[in-house]
């Protein structure tokens, strides 16, 4: 009864996200859409850092659709808004800045119900969970990827606990942009499709084996 | 709103044609809309007769394969790498794929929606001329003229310009010389001539050659007063002039030059002197080119009396190798060439240097080259490696005689620089008392080397086994490497060794077959191409030829002696020698057009082919490291 109650005071955004989990998900790796995202924040702590800008971009039938992708900067209320406008925004005079709450919207609308795809996707997520909780919204619920964990599945790498900047190398991935948001999320996307092929390669990929942790099963 | 994955698929694109005529707004919202895709090695894009996609390619990383089946035989048409565009003629065509597309290796693809891309050639006439002019001719880049009018543009780069006499080549001539009009004064033309450091000019009307004055048209007819120097240029100038088309060779204008007795031929459009003028050849020009050849430079070399005139012939011997290149003569030539110069300057400096000393030597002694200069691989100025060995001496001797040389080694160090050769920042020199030993001082080093490899010592002995004789008594050489030969086969562990310390250095491609360039600092995303290609094949070939006791030191003359050695390994020890001359080659053209060292090859300034054929030595490298281990028990060296 109350969870019913407070579903009505959710915005519509929400209703239509939530709605979305009702349809019936895709069954392979073909027809699935991923989101593969990264954030930019203030630090790591959880209760008291932000987010300053989130990067993502899908993938679609293996390929990356830079047309289907997402880039949004935060506004911050640590700041003082009237002395940022005073030295006109730092270096970046271009980039228009949102609010926490019209972020969080928008990159709620660009996800959907996709798959999820990070790297260490745990930090990203709970940090999404975090600005969903000061808007009084329940956690994402989305289904997620960590190609850190991918990566595991992987002949011989087990015990291998690796950066991002380590497996590009590994991977050969150049590393341009570096530490934004959306370069992060445009590398890990070309990482996810080099790992599942790699995958491939060595044994039959079942979708369900994406999602399983290397250490037991059920779901991330 | 910012887009930065766009804004880097931008960077990419606006390096390639036809991408780099489009303005940069209309790019960007092309890059907005491309797709990326990653294929694994031997993936199919698209099947010949496949009804087109809705994108077309260009290669982001990585190479692809086009073939075609005719009467069920497949054909491998072409690869494309980097940069290179393919797909797209069916899609403006509206037909199916004339051939099948495969990823050749790991590949990322850029796909770029034709929707958005048929207004741009509607738009852009410059794009669409170059559309159609590469749908004619098939080449890539058609309005690059190194592969005019070919059919595949990596044929033509392999096939090799054959002749190599200086008579067949080309001749350089200046291209759009000062003319002046038939108006002139005589008086201005010489001005324009002061002005400009020529010495002479072309009379022309509407850029047909019509006449020419030279200094000796001024000297003859004007100092003697036969003319005024305010009469016009007409009056004086030699008509008609002695033309030749473009494509003149070396062989030609000498006897143009001889049967008309002039110091000077036009060269214009098509040959006539109806036609338009592009050039002058002098007489000069070609005398440079002759003096520009080794006999000569190493003759030079025996009469010059200091260090400042070897310099300066040394400048020399660079302008050579560059030519040498450009002709595609045989890097193993270039290298013999260039280090029989090398050599010869250092004989020179020696014996300036003794006479310098105005006292001869107090006893027999030889100088050696280390490094790539006792290999016989140095073709750019390098650092100088050297050592002196001297005839062994009486103990109360010895204070004396090593006072000497290295007196006398730190001149020759000193004259080394000068013309050129750097210093050695690690001081292996003659001028370092290390490594200016008498022969039994000598012994007992390599002794301690082979017998305590520690990593110093190694890295020493990969230095010293290479030393190769210049000057002085010869026998003295010869004790020295029998010594290294003889320690070294009563303790082959140390071969272990040696092979443990290369293998640091392991094949440059990335799990993709991507080159491993430098992630960071001055030489970001450079290749380099010394430590990670040329440097194991050098040490691999070095470990055989000790553990054979082959007496060679360059690298492709030690493999070719370890092909008679092991048949049985042939064509590991061909293939890594091919892979060296390729290497050497890249090598040494890069550090010419850098002007340095050409220890880093900037990967993204390479042509595809070049690229592609860099990539196809590091396996080889990889085979001879694996060798290696096997051989010699690397897995048990501490």
């Known amino acids: 009864m109350f969870k019913w109650f407070t579903y009505k005071t959710y915005p519509e955004f929400f209703k239509t996200y939530l709605k979305s989990f009702k349809e019936k998900q895709p069954k392979s790796i073909e027809e699935t859409r991923f989101v593969v995202f990264d954030t930019e924040t203030t630090g790591l702590d959880l209760a008291n850092d932000r987010i300053l800008s989130i990067g993502a971009i899908a993938i679609n039938n293996n390929i990356i659709e830079v047309a289907d992708s997402f880039e949004i900067y935060l506004k911050q209320d640590a700041f003082n808004a009237e002395t940022v406008e005073i030295h006109g925004l730092l270096k970046d005079g271009n980039l228009i800045k949102t609010t926490e709450i019209e972020a969080i919207e928008q990159f709620i609308r ?83 499709l080099k790992i599942i092929s790699k995958l491939k390669k060595e044994r039959t990929v079942h979708y369900s084996d994406l999602f399983r942790t290397s250490n037991h099963k059920g779901l991330i | 709103m910012k887009n930065t994955i766009a804004e880097r698929i931008f960077d990419f694109l606006k390096d390639y044609p036809p991408f780099n005529l489009i303005s940069k707004e209309t790019l960007l919202e092309v890059s907005k809309s491309v797709e990326i895709q990653y294929f694994e090695k031997d993936q199919i894009i698209f099947n010949q007769n496949d009804t087109p996609h809705e994108h077309f390619y260009i290669i982001y990383e990585g190479a692809i394969r086009l073939y075609r089946f005719v009467d069920n035989e497949k054909h491998n048409l072409d690869i494309c790498d980097e940069g290179d565009l393919f797909g797209l003629r069916p899609l403006i065509m509206q037909e199916s794929y004339l051939m099948g597309a495969a990823a050749n290796e790991e590949t990322i693809l850029y796909g770029i929606p034709i929707s958005l891309f048929n207004s741009i050639i509607l738009n852009y006439p410059k794009v669409s001329q170059f559309l159609i002019a590469s749908f004619a001719t098939n080449t890539r880049d058609p309005f690059s003229d190194k592969h005019k009018g070919k059919l595949f543009a990596n044929v033509s780069s392999i096939q090799k310009i054959e002749n190599s006499f200086a008579e067949t080549q080309s001749a350089k001539y200046s291209k759009n010389p000062i003319t002046c009009n038939v108006e002139t004064s005589i008086k201005e033309a010489s001005i324009i001539m002061t002005k400009h450091i020529i010495n002479s000019i072309i009379v022309a009307k509407d850029n047909i050659p019509i006449g020419i004055i030279t200094d000796k048209d001024i000297r003859t007819k004007i100092g003697t007063g036969i003319f005024s120097i305010l009469d016009p240029v007409s009056k004086i100038m030699s008509s008609p002039v002695v033309t030749f088309p473009e494509k003149i060779t070396v062989a030609e204008a000498q006897i143009a030059l001889l049967k008309h007795k002039v110091s000077h031929i036009c060269i214009t459009k098509d040959g006539t002197d109806q036609s338009e003028l592009v050039g002058i050849l002098a007489e000069h020009d070609l005398n440079i080119l002759q003096t520009n050849n080794p006999m000569f430079l190493v003759r030079e070399i025996k009469y010059a009396q200091d260090a400042e005139t070897l310099k300066h012939i040394r400048t020399k011997a660079s302008e050579l190798t560059k030519g040498y290149l450009e002709q595609e003569i045989p890097i193993y030539f270039i290298t013999k060439v260039i280090t029989e110069i090398n050599t010869a300057i250092t004989k020179r400096i020696i014996r300036l240097a003794v006479k310098e000393l105005g006292q001869d030597p107090p006893v027999a002694y030889a100088w050696l080259a280390m490094g790539s200069q006792g290999r016989s691989e140095q073709l750019l100025m390098t650092d100088q490696d050297n050592a002196l060995v ?69 890295l020493l002995s990969i230095i010293f086994f290479d030393f190769e004789y210049i000057f002085g008594d010869k026998e003295l050489y010869n004790q020295m490497s029998e010594s290294v030969f003889r320690y070294i086969s009563k303790k082959q562990t140390f071969l272990g060794f040696l092979s443990k310390a290369t293998l640091d250095n392991p094949p440059p491609l990335g799990f993709f077959k991507q080159f491993l360039v430098e992630q960071d600092g001055e030489n970001k995303d450079h290749f380099d191409i010394k430590s990670r290609a040329i440097r194991p094949l050098v040490d691999a070939a070095r470990i055989f030829s000790l553990h054979h006791s082959l007496k060679v030191n360059n690298t492709i003359a030690r493999y070719e002696k370890l092909m008679e050695e092991e048949p049985q390994n042939k064509d590991l020890f061909e293939s890594c020698a091919n892979a060296f001359k390729i290497l050497l080659q890249f090598r040494t053209s890069q550090g010419l057009a850098n002007k340095d060292s050409g220890k880093f090859v900037d990967i993204n300034n390479l042509s595809k082919s070049d690229r592609l054929k860099l990539k196809s030595c590091f396996k080889p490298i990889k085979n001879i490291q694996d060798s290696l281990k096997i051989r010699f028990n690397v897995s048990q060296i501490p």
């Open chain 2, 390 to 458: 001297f005839e062994n001496v009486e103990d109360e001797d010895y204070e004396r005689v090593k006072e000497y040389f290295l007196k006398f080694s730190t001149i020759i160090t000193q004259k080394l620089n000068i013309v050129g050769f750097e210093y050695c920042p690690a001081n292996i020199m003659a001028s370092n008392p290390k490594w200016c030993l008498s022969l039994k001082e000598w012994k007992a080093q390599f002794k301690d080397w082979v017998k305590h490899p520690t990593s110093d010592k190694i």
């Open chain 1, 110 to 192: 660009f996800l959907g119900n996709s798959i999820l795809v990070a790297h260490h996707a745990a930090f990203d997520i709970e940090m999404m969970n975090a600005a969903l909780k000061r808007m009084k919204l329940p956690k994402l619920r989305n289904k997620t990827i960590d190609t850190g964990i991918l990566y595991k599945k992987l002949e011989g790498k087990k015990e291998n606990h690796f950066n991002l900047d380590v497996l590009c190398t590994e991977f050969n991935i150049p590393k341009h942009d570096r530490h934004t948001a959306s370069g992060d999320a445009y590398i890990t996307a070309l990482l996810f």
